[in-house]
């Protein structure tokens, strides 16, 4: 009999275990630490999508994997409407948080072996396990023409990108939109961060007709409420695209039991439905921003993209990733190592601002201790 070899020996150590040291080094801060290394959400699910969730708590009966119509009319409204992409509704599918749609959607589409599936050499760590979950082989490019004569099976673009903030420019989506039909490639485009542009700067979905021309073909679109409507914790999120992959999605997962459950549907459509909601938590994070990346360039950081989503990516005149890792962790702080999110990120740190207001000043007070 063949020898079993778990899924789990495929996979790379999770980052943040080798964080843990820092991490105990911070918290022994007489003021507490300051943990800025996970965009997790901090304040509270506003009060109209907790009781569009209660109210929908009597739901005895197993929800469709496809959604509810009215989820769905809501999202394909929400699309229109903030961000000028036309989608059928029957072509949106509710998944169980966006990381989940991540690490599984090679597997779902019959990746395998055979196959290659591409990323950002800087991305977020899920992109790589999903394509080894799978079996098929990680590549992290940002330049296809470096990938020679093979065709992968997946690709992978994320903007604004988790974790420099980068957006990807109207041309540079086009031309990815034009290799990957020229090849027959399936894009899927990480757009959880779509909602948070800074300082002016618009993200566009790679949906928008003037990247795609009108046609989702060969195309998927990832939306997560989590940071939006602070639903990290409902594990509430969306696919979107192409019908017919949309429809192969949705097949395969009606097999694997892969079901948002009802009451966080109801909480999906409300959150999706309301815009002021939205704009009050944006507003949150851009004041923690301006007071982070203010502290950051006063003690002598610089700090590079940003442009868009929840986080700075710094540098240290005098430190590579780990070391500034090290010398915040001693002032209380605690960020994450660009290392994380591939080599080309060892010189930085992506520091979050999902801290609270009070945690914030706490580490903008000790950043000006430093310069």
């Not at 843990?20 to 007489?30: N, S």
């Not at 004569?149 to 997946?154: D, I, N, Q, S």
């Not at 070391?323 to 979050?352: D, K, N, T």
């Amino acid at each position: 009999m063949a020898q079993r070899r778990p899924v789990v020996d495929r996979l790379p150590i999770f980052p943040w275990d080798r964080l843990l040291p820092y991490k105990e080094t911070a918290a022994r801060h007489f003021d507490g630490i300051v943990d800025l290394s996970v965009g997790t959400p901090v304040d509270p699910v506003p009060e109209s999508l907790r009781a569009a969730l209660a109210a929908a708590a009597d739901s005895p009966g197993y929800p469709t994997t496809h959604g509810k119509a009215a989820l769905r009319a809501s999202a394909a409204g929400w699309l229109a409407r903030r961000h000028g992409v036309t989608v059928d509704p029957s072509a949106i599918l509710p998944t169980v948080g966006s990381k989940e749609l991540v690490a599984w959607l090679p597997t779902l589409l019959g990746l395998g072996a055979e196959h290659t599936v591409v990323h950002p050499e800087l991305a977020y760590p899920t992109y790589d396990v999903g394509s080894r979950i799978a079996g098929a082989r990680p590549v992290a490019s940002d330049g296809f023409t470096r990938l020679g004569p093979e065709t992968p099976g997946l690709v992978w673009i994320n903007s604004p990108a988790n974790p420099t903030g980068r957006i990807l420019g109207r041309d540079h989506l086009r031309k990815v939109v034009s290799w990957a039909r020229e090849r027959g490639v399936v894009v899927a485009s990480d757009e959880c961060y779509l909602d948070l542009g800074w300082d002016g700067a618009t993200p566009l979905s790679i949906l928008h007709p003037d990247i795609c021309g009108g046609s989702h073909e060969g195309l998927l679109a990832v939306h997560s409420l989590s940071k939006r409507s602070n639903l990290a914790g409902y594990r509430a999120a969306f696919v979107t695209g192409d019908p017919a992959l949309v429809a192969e999605l949705l097949a395969v997962r009606k097999h694997a039991g892969m079901i948002v459950p009802a009451p966080v549907q109801a909480a999906m459509t409300a959150a999706l439905d309301d815009d002021a909601h939205a704009a009050v938590q944006k507003e949150r994070y851009g004041a923690r921003r301006a007071l982070l990346r203010g502290a950051l360039e006063r003690a002598g950081w610089v700090i590079t993209h940003s442009e868009a989503g929840l986080y700075l990516w710094a540098a240290h005149p005098e430190h590579d990733g780990w070391g500034a890792v090290r010398l915040l962790a001693e002032q209380g702080i605690l960020v994450a190592p660009g290392e994380f999110y591939g080599a080309a990120g060892s010189g930085h740190v992506r520091v979050a601002f999902t801290a609270t207001d009070e945690r914030v000043a706490a580490a903008v007070k000790r950043l000006d201790g430093l310069a």
